[in-house]
């Protein structure tokens, strides 16, 4: 049998559905204009400003990005540093995690209240720049940009939430049959928690991929810099655009450069591959989330 929905209903999911499109205009529209101002002609685009159409169409943003050399090895770090990162940041987390579930140890509490209390109380720039830099030494390499991040106290109590709502009968039969923590924790803990991986994997994947802090603040003299902090450098300052655009033996002038598609075009590269991500995991996004928030 079918039920009638009410006129009540009916005007409230109605409502719902025009105020959910509109906001999902409104989020997807700076993203169109965007798109389409890194096809449109600098020249058109300085005389007509950000339009949502195509004035005067032109590829020759997209020319000029991925044939700078900057821009290429810029490319080649974010890559390296996110998938380094999520990777490294999920074993580290998980097994964080996974210690304190473990109802058998003495000080699991003592160690969950250590890892709270960086949700609690945020270190200043100052002390942090000077134990990140001078104490740990992380300036101008490549793992400044993985470290100091690798850790998150929010996602390792998803995931310690997670872990602890596993059926434990498996894991302490495990335990009697002989196995240890740490088969237990690779051969049945992680294939049981693709969920929850998976969306943790996608929230620190977008986090390293658009990182600029940690650039702007670790690297003085490096020979590389991320996507993120080329594109802080390129909006605010027309000549890093021509720094970005170098290439080897050929001479540029900033006058022959469109400079404001290319800064469309760029981000537009940047936010691209994140994009695709998301589709790959998303049936494991709400199952992570809602599955790793029933037990406290």
Not at 104 to 113: E, M
Not at 228 to 234: E, P, Y
């Amino acid at each position: 049998m079918i039920e009638k929905k009410s006129l009540g209903n009916i005007i409230f999911h109605t409502i719902n559905y025009i105020f959910l499109g509109l906001f999902a205009l409104f989020c997807i529209l700076p993203f169109w204009i965007m798109l389409v101002a890194s096809f449109t002609d600098d020249m058109a685009l300085r005389q007509n400003g950000y339009l949502p159409w195509i004035s005067q169409f032109s590829a020759a943003a997209y020319k000029w990005v991925f044939a700078g050399q900057e821009i290429q090895i810029g490319y080649e770090v974010t890559i390296f540093v996110t998938t380094v990162g999520t990777l490294g940041s999920l074993i580290a987390m998980s097994g964080l995690a996974y210690v304190m579930s473990l109802k058998r140890l003495k000080f699991r509490n003592a160690i969950a209240f250590y890892v709270f209390i960086p949700m609690i109380f945020t270190p200043g720039i100052v002390p942090w720049f000077i134990v990140t830099r001078n104490i740990w030494g992380l300036k101008d390499v490549i793992w400044a940009l993985i470290f100091p991040m690798m850790i998150q106290s929010f996602w390792v109590f998803v995931l310690r939430n997670f872990f602890s709502a596993l059926p434990q009968e498996i894991i302490e039969s495990a335990y009697i049959d002989g196995a240890s923590d740490a088969t237990i924790f690779y051969s049945i803990i992680l294939p049981l928690s693709k969920p929850v991986l998976a969306t943790v994997g996608l929230f620190m994947a977008v986090a390293y991929w658009n990182d600029w802090f940690l650039g702007v603040m670790l690297l003085d003299f490096a020979n590389f810099r991320p996507l993120s902090v080329l594109i802080l450098k390129m909006v605010n300052n027309a000549q890093a655009i021509l720094t970005a655009m170098k290439q080897p033996g050929v001479t540029i002038r900033a006058d022959t450069l469109p400079t404001l598609s290319i800064r469309m075009a760029t981000a537009v590269i940047t936010i691209g591959p994140i994009i695709l991500v998301y589709p790959f995991v998303q049936r494991y996004f709400v199952q992570g989330l809602t599955l790793g928030a029933i037990k406290g």
